[in-house]
């Protein structure tokens, strides 16, 4: 039965299909360009008024630049058609990237809350409208950044970790504008600190239930989505096929799931017919392209047939 995989481009072609950029690629570059724009205003504006929270502002936009930089170089990679080398294909480049920037993410949120605490015992002076200004400006950017990103983000994994570097980004804004204008205000000074550990603990939080399916996904898991029980129990059901054994459910990538496993045939049922119904069960409701059967007669069953792994 031919496998119908949707890259099947001729590698004749396979290399000047990396020069045009996609509508998502041109929002990606558009989003990075803002916020290295962002990054330098920013800089600028921190020397001239001797503003370090500026700076330190500048420096996250900078960060958001380059988590923006390596989901954009995945997304190109993972494009690639499969080759010598990476025989499944490089689609896992966006899964890769998703853990490089949860990670940093990470990173990030600890430091926030760490840089919170401090405050809460050391409230920080500021020096005056400038930098809630500049914080006002840098808030805006990041919403237009987010918002260029934010509709690739809804089905890669990929996209959703930067799009986070955004909304962190965005939210680290919103507590310079709003701890910076109590202390200006009112001269209160624990809102900033208080704001800060909020966000510090929903960046951990989103990180956190980001970065697990993407672990999920390079370590073989099976799809959250897929029921094994419920696919053993269809391939069951093919006739002719008598018992699955050493079967492996798991994600190529993040839309793509792969099965593989030993099919014992009945006495009498028919290879061919069995491998198509049970490739036809699979496809169908299951959703799963990708199979491997190795087809095994009455007789000579594997020694150590379990159902799950080898």
Known sequence: MPHDHHHGHDHGHAHHHHADLDSGDKRVVAAVAVNILLTLAQIVAGVVSGSLAMIADAIHNLSDALSLVIAFFARRIGKWPADAHMTFGYGRAEVVAALINYTTLIVVAFYLAAEGVQRLFNPQEVEGWIVVVVAGVALVIDTITALLVMRLSKD???????????????????????????????????????????????????SWQGIMPVIRILMLGAPEDTDLDEVLTALRGVDGLASVHHVHLWRMQEHETALEAHVVLEPGGEPEQVKHAAKTVLRDRFGIRHTVLELEAAGAVCPDARVVGH
């Open 156 to 206: 890669s994994a990929n996209m959703r970790a930067a799009f986070l570097h955004n909304v962190a980004d965005a939210l680290g804004s919103v507590a310079v504008i709003v701890g910076g204008t109590m202390i200006l205000l009112y001269d209160w000074r624990l809102v900033d600190p208080i704001v800060t550990l909020m966000i510090a603990g929903y960046i951990l939080w989103h």
